[in-house]
């Protein structure tokens, strides 16, 4: 039992040390938005990249079936779209700063009808979020294409900030818990106690003397 709370608060600590990597990764990212921006728009890239590589050896593996061509196709597709953005990390960034101001547009705006016509018990908490996201939308959209420099950035640096904090406090919290439930280790024992005499008693010899003194 105690073996496996050692490897369990071994991996816990492992998760509060990536934690803390993501942490100082998206404290950086929010100080250089700049230079985040880029760094996502090249993981994106690669990412597809390797996705579409790997969709395309799936493919060829399953060749005969039904879904040959269309997984070929998705797979090519994802190829040539984290070429792009490889190549072209700048104007990928512009359109995806453009998708996601029309996606907080239009999520703003549903919510805020939706929020008026169905007016549910979470009426006011629906209107905010509506309000807020056209807001988003809004700002992101007036500054195009200069946003696209930073938008993204700072929405992959906070996502590094938030799961870096909440691998922390997985960590922590599971260390402590493996702490409570884990049976403590045997005390050693004690060499201070009353010791036994290692003196042997009187010998056979010795006290029949003592008989025959006392008999005379």
């Known amino acids: 039992m105690r073996r496996h709370g050692k490897k369990l608060s071994r991996g816990f600590s492992s998760l509060a040390v990536l934690g803390?990597?993501?942490?100082?990764?998206?404290?950086v990212g929010l100080v250089y938005t700049g230079a985040a921006t880029l760094t996502s728009m090249?993981?994106?890239?690669?990412?597809?990249l390797i996705g579409g590589a790997v969709g395309l050896l799936q493919a060829v593996q399953s060749r005969g079936t039904s879904y040959f061509w269309l997984a070929a196709v998705v797979a090519a597709l994802n190829i040539a779209a984290g070429v792009v953005v490889i190549r072209h990390p700048e104007g990928s960034a512009e359109a995806l700063t453009m998708f996601a101001a029309l996606l907080f547009l239009t999520g703003g705006l549903f919510r805020l009808v939706g929020s008026v016509v169905v007016r549910g018990p979470q009426f006011g908490w629906t209107l905010l979020q509506g309000a807020f996201g056209l807001l988003l939308g809004l700002l992101v959209l007036f500054d195009w294409p200069?946003?696209?420099?930073?938008?993204l950035g700072l929405f992959f640096s906070l996502a590094l900030l938030f799961d870096g904090l909440g691998l922390i406090a997985i960590g922590v919290g599971g260390r402590r818990i493996v702490s409570m439930v884990t049976p403590p280790e045997p005390l050693p024992e004690s060499s201070v106690g009353p010791s036994a005499d290692p003196s042997p008693g009187p010998s056979l010899e010795s006290s029949e003397s003592v008989r025959d003194q006392s008999n005379n």
């Open 20 to 27: 803390a990597l993501l942490v100082i990764g998206g404290i």
């Open 146 to 151: 200069h946003s696209s420099r930073y938008v």
């Open 42 to 48: 090249l993981l994106f890239g690669w990412l597809l």
